[in-house]
């Protein structure tokens, strides 16, 4: 499978079905960029801003989460049991059907 299908819900409720590549090693943060989803990134992907900062809606099983990206959501707003980093997350197959809500800024 090349393409796996995310579905991103705005901040103001709306959802966006988005067809993501597997093979290029892209991340969620990248994926909502490249749809101009408002999502900043402005760390580039490395933890550091919390600016990618999503909510997993779907039942998926994620990659356990790094230490950097724990630090940052100690400190972020708006934090949930659900929060992740969209820069943390890589499209793989098997996020196939994968719903996320942007967080609030």
Excluded: W
Aim: proline share 5%; aromatic share 4%; net charge negative.
């Amino acid at each position: 499978m090349d393409n796996i299908k995310v579905t991103i819900v705005d901040r103001e409720g709306k959802e966006h079905e988005l067809d993501a590549p597997t093979d290029m090693g892209m991340s969620i943060m990248e994926l909502c960029k490249a749809y101009e989803l408002p999502v900043e990134g402005t760390c580039g992907g490395m933890a550091l801003c919390a600016s990618c900062h999503v909510y997993l809606l779907s039942d998926h099983i994620l990659p356990e989460q790094s230490d950097d990206e724990l630090a940052m959501l100690d400190s972020a707003f708006f934090v949930k049991p659900n929060s992740r980093l969209g820069c943390q997350i890589k499209l793989k197959d098997e996020l196939d059907g994968l719903k996320l809500e942007l967080a609030p800024v």
